[in-house]
């Protein structure tokens, strides 16, 4: 019923044409996270000619669990950076949050699963704290979360103690990162991964239909679905494999508990800034905060949210740096929200707001993580992986301001 | 066409900025079915007086009668509940989300939480082929790309789609090339002709004598001359706003 109205959609066309859009607005800027993407291709491919080792079971299944927490951390950022904002406390509120996991298990005997809570919540709390002050007295975000990022450092220290180390015993929280699941989970998730996939295409397919929308051609669909099948089972079934220094002794395969906790929150956090009202006035205010208020959008409602989201997740990421480590020591997280940054800007979040997704966020997480592991497995010196992430940033950064400034004059 | 009560009438608002008097007892009527002229030199009161409609800078003094009721207009709320809209000069569109979203924005439509994309598509669709929008290809498109003239008319159609009874539009061609203005004056005319209320702001004597019915001349802050375009000329309304020449609008 599409030709009722002369006005398209931009679903019309075969296949072979949503292709040729597609590539036209590649080549208009609109490039996503392809240029990481295709950095992910290039880094890999480099790093496993020079040192067999990248492409081992035990070193992917390493890089999964090294980029779990910058990941986290980067998809709560990307909400903050979707309205042009910073948080650049995220890191020191990920260590708080682990202090608090760890001293609330050992110190005051509370259940694993209320001691996540608390330091989830707790996180919560930091983000409302800050977006009040640069949503309500209109501080720079920048400023505020500096303050903050030293402040919970010193907090940090005074919780921990210096020289302090608290120790984390509970075994779910330790399994997070180090214990792999039974293999039938691994195809389990990827079931559930597809078919989740295939439930939402049809029923927005079906709701399209109804209201007589022209769809996207179903060879997309086809196309996608099998592209997930195929990645997904090569993933699944290379976790599988035994990577265990000692399989005799101790057996080691199957995927991360890390990675359905990561996937939740990528699922989770995608469906709300793209189906939602909520979303949409993330983006809105990213893009322009006057138009967005004038819409009657309240604007500062949306940048507590998005601070809380983002501390939120840096919280959940204490627990997998807790999980990790299984310790928290008074440094924790200190270093990490730089690192987080780097990978949604490299992704191909754009700093300027409006313009960016929480996959970009992982894929420039895994970017991040296999520089630092390929170079750390080529045996450079440690310096060299800092300057060349650095580099990679800034190139990212300068494409990004490329793209915003052509879109801004155009 | 116009029916005897104005949509909207102004009697002797008053609006002054510390000791400047911005608009002095300005007396200000608009009626469905016509396109309303606002002109004046730069400083005349235009913007002001628009900004009072739009709730955002009540006026001092004065009486709003609404539909022949007295009203109240405080906040852009207010003016929006009363289906008055306002497309600023500089548009609010929100660059990287796509036509649909823009019309919506702020009003989305949704099921049990979960956008409704498909309808909002229709109606963005519906509205702009309604005002015969040939220059849109796809409602999806960012609004970055496109043109000056495309953007006043998504801004445009965004007053439609809400069923508004007045459009207020702050000088829409001002930036815009012979052809886009063109266009746009048709999409105001064919927005009076649907039965709404239009005011247009303009410095452009041409386009006024070309899309309105009625001209409205502030001169520092007095309604110096109300006049049906049918009853005057380009020459006359020149002296109005320079103040060479004046028809006293009082009673
Ligand atoms: N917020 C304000 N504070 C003080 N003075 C103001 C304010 N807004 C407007 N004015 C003054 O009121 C007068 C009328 O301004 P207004 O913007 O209404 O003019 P205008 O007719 O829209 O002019 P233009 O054609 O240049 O847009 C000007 O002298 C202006 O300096
Ligand atoms: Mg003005």
Not at chain 2, 70 to 95: F, K, M, N, T, W
Not at chain 2, 137 to 156: F, M
Request: aromatic share 6%; hydrophobic share 50%.
């Amino acid at each position: 019923m599409s030709n009722q109205n002369a006005i398209q959609t931009g679903n019309e066309g075969s296949f072979l044409d949503a292709g040729r859009n597609y590539i036209a607005r590649v080549k208009g800027g609109e490039t996503g996270s392809l240029p990481a993407l295709l950095g992910l291709v290039i880094l890999a491919t480099i790093f496993a000619v020079a040192n067999p080792i990248f492409l081992k079971p035990i070193n992917f299944a390493n890089l999964l669990t090294q980029t779990a927490t910058v990941t986290t951390l980067a998809m709560g950022l990307t909400f903050v950076l979707l309205l042009g904002e910073i948080d650049l406390s995220a890191g020191v509120t990920a260590g708080l949050s682990a202090a608090f996991l760890a001293i609330t298990m050992s110190e005051y005997g509370v259940a694993w699963p209320i001691a996540a809570v608390i330091a989830i919540s707790m996180g919560m709390l930091i983000g409302f704290l800050i977006g009040l002050l640069v949503a309500k007295v209109g501080i720079p975000s920048f400023v505020v979360t500096l303050a903050a990022f030293l402040a919970f450092q010193g907090l940090q220290l005074v919780v921990v103690g210096k020289g302090g180390l608290i120790g984390i015993d509970a075994p779910p929280i330790l399994a997070i990162m180090n214990t792999p699941m039974q293999l039938a989970f691994g195809w389990i998730l990827l079931a559930i991964v597809f078919l989740s996939y295939l439930g939402t295409s049809i029923y927005s397919r079906r709701q399209r239909t109804s209201s007589g929308q022209q769809n996207k051609p179903l060879g997309i669909l086809i196309f996608r679905s099998v592209a997930i099948l195929v990645v997904g089972a090569g993933f699944v079934s290379f976790l599988n494999l035994e990577r265990g220094a000692n399989p005799a002794v101790t057996s080691l395969r199957g995927v991360p508990y890390v990675v359905p906790i990561v996937l939740i929150l990528l699922a989770v956090g995608t469906f709300v800034l793209n189906r939602t009202k909520f979303g949409r006035h993330v983006y809105a205010v990213g893009g322009n905060a006057e138009a967005a208020r004038r819409a009657g959008i309240q604007v500062s409602r949306v940048r507590i949210t998005v601070f809380m989201i983002s501390s939120t997740f840096a919280g959940i990421a204490g627990i997998l740096m807790a999980s990790r480590q299984a310790s928290v020591d008074a440094a924790a997280g200190r270093s990490i929200v730089l690192n987080a940054i780097a990978a949604a800007v490299v992704g191909g979040v754009s700093l300027f707001g409006g313009r960016g997704r929480l996959s970009d966020a992982v894929i420039g997480g895994f970017v991040i993580a296999v520089i630092d592991n390929g170079l750390g497995l080529i045996g450079l010196a440690s310096g060299l992986n800092l300057a060349i992430t650095g580099g990679v940033l800034l190139l990212a950064a300068t494409a990004d301001a490329i793209t915003s400034r052509k879109s801004r004059t155009s | 066409m116009s029916s005897d009560t104005p949509v909207i009438e102004l009697k002797s608002v008053k609006k002054s900025f510390g000791p400047v008097e911005v608009l002095k007892d300005v007396n200000f009527s608009v009626r469905a079915g016509e396109v309303t002229a606002l002109v004046g030199d730069n400083g005349a009161g235009k913007s002001t007086l628009i900004k009072g409609l739009a709730g955002i800078q009540p006026y001092d003094a004065g009486t709003i009668l609404f539909e022949g009721k007295p009203v109240e207009l405080h906040s852009p709320r207010q003016s929006a509940d009363l289906g008055i809209d306002v497309v600023y000069q500089d548009l609010a569109l929100c660059d990287n989300l796509d036509i649909v979203h823009n019309m919506f924005l702020g009003r989305e439509e949704a099921n049990a939480g979960v956008l409704d994309e498909g309808h909002m598509e229709s109606e963005a669709a519906n509205t702009l082929t309604s005002l015969s929008v040939k220059t849109v290809k796809s409602v999806r498109q960012k609004v970055a790309r496109l043109s000056g003239g495309q953007r006043q008319t998504v801004a445009i159609a965004r007053a439609v789609l809400w069923n508004n009874k007045v459009v207020i539009l702050d000088e829409p061609t001002a930036a815009l090339g012979v052809a886009q203005t063109e266009q746009v004056l048709q999409l105001v005319r064919r927005l009076a002709d649907a039965g709404k209320a239009v005011i247009i702001i303009s410095h452009n004597l041409q386009d006024v004598f070309t899309v309105a019915d009625r001209i409205y001349v502030l001169y520092l802050g007095k309604m110096t001359a109300a006049v049906k375009k049918s009853e005057t000329n380009q020459a006359d309304v020149v002296g109005y706003i320079t103040g060479a020449k004046t028809q006293e609008v009082g009673a």
